[in-house]
């Protein structure tokens, strides 16, 4: 699918089938917001200094995946559905409910924080942004649906994921194919 066709197609879709998705499309998923695109390490999404400090999550009714971008595999870290979780941690919106894959990019911050001291806040935010509409136009060229959510209790999505107390999460985007 052209650029242009995906960027005028995308649209923030919250109402999902219960029609799970293949591991090839999270897969692409995880590639399109963090995957590494050259010898030297560089991903998809750029990044301040080139420091990467975005984690990403799938969860999934399998469970949670962490995705390691180096060899483009995933681990598996919860093997059990924690979506109910997610969906109370996210205000109870309904996307989150009904959505078979909810991605959760997190932070490290301290990974940009030693370059750039003060800054780094900024930097991370801006970097999650290139990553969830990554994610988000990737979603559109598979023929699926996402919507970033960013209105969640921040520690109750932690506990959910069992994070790392370094990893701040960030973004919910639930993905699915639409209702509609």
């Given at each position: 699918?052209?650029?242009?066709?995906?960027?005028?197609?995308?649209?923030s879709v919250?109402?999902?089938?219960?029609i799970?998705?293949?591991?090839?499309?999270?897969?692409?998923?995880f590639?399109?917001?963090?995957?590494?695109?050259?010898?030297?390490?560089?991903?998809t999404?750029?990044?301040?200094?080139?420091?990467?400090?975005?984690?990403?999550?799938?969860?999934?009714?399998?469970?949670?995946?962490?995705?390691l971008?180096?060899?483009?595999?995933?681990?598996?870290?919860i093997q059990?559905d924690?979506?109910?979780a997610?969906?109370?941690?996210?205000?109870?919106?309904?996307a989150?409910?009904?959505?078979?894959?909810?991605?959760?990019?997190?932070?490290?911050?301290?990974?940009?924080?030693?370059k750039?001291?003060?800054?780094?806040?900024?930097?991370?935010?801006?970097?999650?942004?290139?990553?969830?509409?990554?994610?988000l136009?990737?979603?559109?060229?598979?023929d699926?649906?996402?919507?970033p959510?960013?209105a969640?209790?921040?520690?109750?999505v932690?506990?959910a994921?069992?994070?790392?107390?370094?990893?701040?999460?960030?973004?919910?985007?639930?993905?699915?194919?639409?209702a509609?």
């Amino acid at each position: 699918m052209p650029l242009e066709k995906a960027l005028s197609q995308r649209r923030s879709v919250r109402a999902y089938t219960d029609i799970p998705l293949d591991l090839e499309d999270i897969a692409q998923l995880f590639w399109a917001a963090q995957g590494i695109t050259c010898s030297w390490g560089g991903r998809t999404a750029p990044s301040a200094g080139a420091l990467y400090p975005l984690e990403i999550h799938a969860a999934t009714a399998d469970g949670v995946y962490h995705y390691l971008p180096a060899g483009h595999r995933a681990k598996v870290t919860i093997q059990e559905d924690v979506r109910q979780a997610l969906w109370e941690a996210g205000l109870r919106q309904e996307a989150l409910r009904q959505a078979p894959v909810i991605f959760v990019i997190t932070a490290v911050y301290e990974r940009t924080a030693g370059k750039y001291g003060t800054r780094a806040e900024r930097y991370v935010k801006l970097e999650v942004g290139h990553a969830a509409q990554n994610l988000l136009l990737q979603a559109v060229a598979l023929d699926l649906s996402a919507v970033p959510i960013g209105a969640f209790h921040d520690e109750q999505v932690a506990s959910a994921l069992h994070l790392p107390a370094e990893q701040e999460p960030l973004y919910l985007i639930p993905v699915g194919h639409p209702a509609e």
